[in-house]
């Protein structure tokens, strides 16, 4: 069974930095890849970061807009994926959802999500 919990999120300022949190089911994380996407206001769905395979191997999966300032990571032994953002920016204000894949990559489309949770940049 697929559970995926985020929290985290946020008010900070531009220029500063968040990390999100995923607690997700054991099931999730041994059968789909995780990763993270957000929705704006006004703005369609963007898909941010991915990650999958082998502690060690893993295969990670950024959108070129996030490359540098999102860095994804995973502590199987507690169930957690964390999306770290840094050089936010106010355009990044958006609900941020941790999201089972099929696999990683620019085309794949999330096939469960969480509740979200909002980040908001702003001074």
């Known amino acids: 069974q697929v559970s995926l919990v985020e929290s985290g999120g946020g008010l900070v300022q531009p220029g500063g930095s968040l990390r999100i949190s995923c607690v997700a089911s054991?099931?999730?994380?041994?059968?789909?890849?995780i990763g993270w996407f957000r929705q704006g206001p006004g703005k369609e769905r963007e898909g941010l970061s991915c990650i999958t395979g082998l502690t060690g191997r893993e295969n990670i999966y950024y959108a070129d807009f996030v490359k540098g300032r999102f860095t994804i990571s995973r502590n199987n032994r507690k169930n957690t994926v964390y999306l770290q953002m840094d050089s936010l920016k106010p355009g990044d204000t958006a609900v941020y959802y941790c999201?089972?894949?099929?696999?990683?990559?620019?085309?794949?489309?999330?096939?469960?999500w969480g509740q979200g949770t909002q980040v908001t940049v702003s001074s």
């Open positions: 054991r099931y999730a994380l041994d059968y789909y890849a």
């Open positions: 999201a089972t894949y099929a696999a990683c990559g620019q085309e794949t489309p999330p096939l469960s």
